[in-house]
């Protein structure tokens, strides 16, 4: 019996910088300045300058971070937030926090992401509706940059406000530039499977607005005013650890050249199975970070079993839209509905990824899914 693959491996990752890690850790522990320690601003000043914006502020998660960007722009009831149906729960969740209203909107087939078009349906929708359009939520998923040339007009031309959900995009390109930097407030996770993960829960988010990272501060600290025991807003306790900010300085000296070796993992899956499945498509003006690589099988369930069978591991992301989930099923969807997210929902298949696959198990995993598909 052959070795037992990983969907994704962390262990592999952690063996190439064991002793830069153990140091860092180690130096935290020395200092003992476990909340907001220095590494906590370092991190914040690198991923700044990563991400293609002038300001980050780190936080406790991904969900924190989307939910802290609403806050700060006083999203609340009778504001409508666009979500795309086909994403992970937290995205319309922190809608829903808020007390405004999750619209759900379309995805495109051969990205995963927001439907340009589904949106304009939707913003039309909000207003005769006697909702306030204000914010639109695109989502890199699967590491795909969202369509932000597309969809950042359309926002523009409606006054909405735009906050990129990159929980699972976050290096991602579009024509050379950082996708972080398309969107007013681009919000990310580091959550240990995602591309740049750290060993719990983390997340950040990403503005050029210096009086929204004013706010941002206070909010992710109990709403503190200028005296620590002032409070002047209601917000969260929502800090990232410095243990975690010091390990993802680490992780992020290796990230580039961890893109890298996930695009080279996703070209040979396209190669090797471009003529038996839907693979994702890339346009030549962006680079995903392949958090996730999907194909399109109209015959899941089959595929899934063979796999199951030989000791591939797969998963599905996501099996249930949102707009079907119980707790936001009573939300509106865009007119004309969301199709496409249905359907994706019952066809996606991801496979193993991570950038440590090596060739050999890769082309384990080719042939078990050449063999399941044409069976
Ligand atoms: C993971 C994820 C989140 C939430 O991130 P956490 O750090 O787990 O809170 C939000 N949105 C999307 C699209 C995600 O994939």
């Known amino acids: 019996m052959a070795d037992p693959i990983a ?10 910088i064991r002793p830069a890690l153990d140091a860092r850790i180690a130096k935290v522990l020395d ?27 780190s936080c406790s998660n991904g ?25 992970f729960v937290a995205s319309a ?55 932000y040339p597309r969809l950042l007009p359309i926002a523009r031309a409606a006054g909405l406000l735009v906050l990129s959900d990159s929980a699972q995009g976050f290096g991602g390109q579009i024509d050379g530039r950082p996708a972080a930097s398309y969107a007013a407030v681009t919000s990310t996770s580091f959550f240990p499977a995602k591309p740049l993960g750290c060993y719990g829960d983390g997340g950040a988010l990403f503005t050029n607005d210096e009086a ?9 600290v109990h709403g503190q005013g200028s005296d620590k025991y002032d ?8 800090r990232l650890d410095t243990l975690q900010a010091a390990i993802l300085l680490e992780k992020l000296e290796v990230f580039p050249d961890e893109i890298a070796a996930r695009n080279r ?15 994702p498509q890339v346009g030549c003006r962006v680079t995903s970070v392949w ?43 865009a007119p004309g509905g969301v199709p496409v997210a249905e359907t994706l929902a019952e066809q996606v298949l991801s496979l193993p990824m991570h950038p440590y696959l090596d060739e050999t198990t890769q082309d384990r995993i080719i042939a078990t899914v050449r063999a399941a598909v044409t069976a």
Request: hydrophobic share 50%; aromatic share 10%; glycine share 6%.
């Open 212 to 220: 929204e990272l004013a706010l941002w501060k206070s909010l992710r």
């Open 265 to 279: 993992v996703a070209q040979r899956y396209a190669e090797a199975l471009a003529d038996i499945a839907e693979v």
């Open 291 to 333: 958090a996730q690589y999907t194909l399109i099988l109209p015959e899941r369930a089959k595929v899934q079993a063979a796999c199951k069978a030989a000791g591939v591991p797969t998963m599905v992301y996501y099996p249930i839209p949102l707009s079907r989930q119980t707790a936001y099923a009573h939300y509106p969807s």
């Open 31 to 57: 200092h003992a300045g476990f909340i907001m320690g220095p590494e906590v601003a370092e991190l914040e000043a690198k991923l700044a300058a990563f991400a293609g914006k002038k300001y980050c502020l």
């Open 93 to 147: 969740e922190v809608v829903a926090w808020v007390g405004a209203t999750p619209v759900f909107v379309d995805v495109e087939r051969h990205s995963f992401n927001m439907d340009p078009a589904s949106l304009e349906r939707g913003i039309a929708w909000a207003k005769a509706n006697g909702l306030r359009p204000r914010v639109v939520m695109p989502v890199d998923m699967f590491g795909l940059p969202a369509d």
């Open 7 to 16: 969907f994704v491996d962390l262990k592999a990752q952690q063996a190439r």
């Open 231 to 238: 409070n002047v807003r209601i917000g969260l306790n929502a």
């Open 63 to 87: 969900t924190d971070s989307l939910g802290l960007a609403l806050m700060a722009w006083g999203i609340g009831p009778g504001d409508a937030v666009f979500v795309p149906a086909f994403t």
